[in-house]
């Protein structure tokens, strides 16, 4: 697999758009490294699939409200960090993919976190210590009982943002800015959609996109040809 890449006469940015470029490329980096374990802090619920029964929650209702907050703030600083510095690595050739890309992301990732947020409250003031529990177990049946409310602004923003990416992934391939082995890396993301996001194999599956993550931080910073 080819690393080349192809030098392009683009100027070399001022001192003040290369800090700011370079603050960018940090919070890509931390935001994507603190991502990659998340899978393994994930419950698993009781019953299997999606939804999570009262006594799944009950528990450790402050450790998943603190993890779903974390998690949602994370992927919004992650996502916008990623695709801005793919805008600053794909200027010319490619550079209409990674706009449409970059744009397709910012909306999917404000879906993805406000519902996020939602399903983080309604299971914690669902099990909250003055809630009767058998008032409690009813709202989180109810809620499981209506995927399309709970869950429905969730998967259109994981979409919208797995879409985003691999537009996103065009403009980098054909902008040859960057080796190949980042815009491969970063397909991967479709692979999260059949591959389950918690335990070991979330963790594998974040790996790929976390190395593209880093490649992509670099090179977005690194001095460029004049």
């Known amino acids: 697999m080819s690393t080349a890449t192809t030098s392009t006469q683009v100027a070399t940015p001022d001192r003040v758009t290369r800090q700011r470029i370079g603050i960018v490329a940090v919070v890509l980096t931390v935001t994507a490294v ?8 994930w419950p698993s619920p009781t019953g299997g699939g999606e939804t999570y029964a009262y006594a799944d929650i009950e528990p450790l209702r ?3 409200w603190a993890l779903l ?6 992927l919004v600083l992650n996502v916008i960090a990623q695709a801005i510095a793919t805008l600053v690595i794909v200027r010319r050739r490619g550079a209409g993919w990674a706009t449409v890309g970059g744009t397709v992301m910012w909306i999917g990732t404000a879906f993805y976190a406000v519902a996020v947020g939602g399903w983080a409250a309604a299971y914690y003031f669902a099990t909250a210590p003055g ?6 177990t009813a709202v989180m049946e109810q809620a499981a009982d209506d995927p399309v409310h709970l869950f429905g602004p969730m998967i259109v ?3 919208l943002v797995a879409i985003g990416t691999l537009i996103q992934v065009v403009g980098l391939w054909r902008s040859r800015a960057v080796p190949r082995w980042i ?6 993301i479709a692979v999260t959609f059949v591959i389950p996001g918690n ?14 993550s ?3 931080a670099y090179y977005a910073y690194r001095p460029r040809t004049a």
């Open 34 to 41: 603190l991502a990659m374990p998340a899978g393994l802090l």
């Open 62 to 64: 402050d450790q998943w």
């Open 69 to 74: 907050l974390f998690l949602s703030a994370n």
């Open 131 to 136: 809630v009767d529990v058998a008032a409690g």
């Open 157 to 159: 923003g994981a979409l």
């Open 183 to 188: 815009p491969v890396l970063m397909f991967t």
């Open 199 to 212: 335990g070991l194999a979330g963790l594998i599956t974040a790996v790929p996109m976390t190395a593209a």
């Open 214 to 216: 880093l490649g992509i």
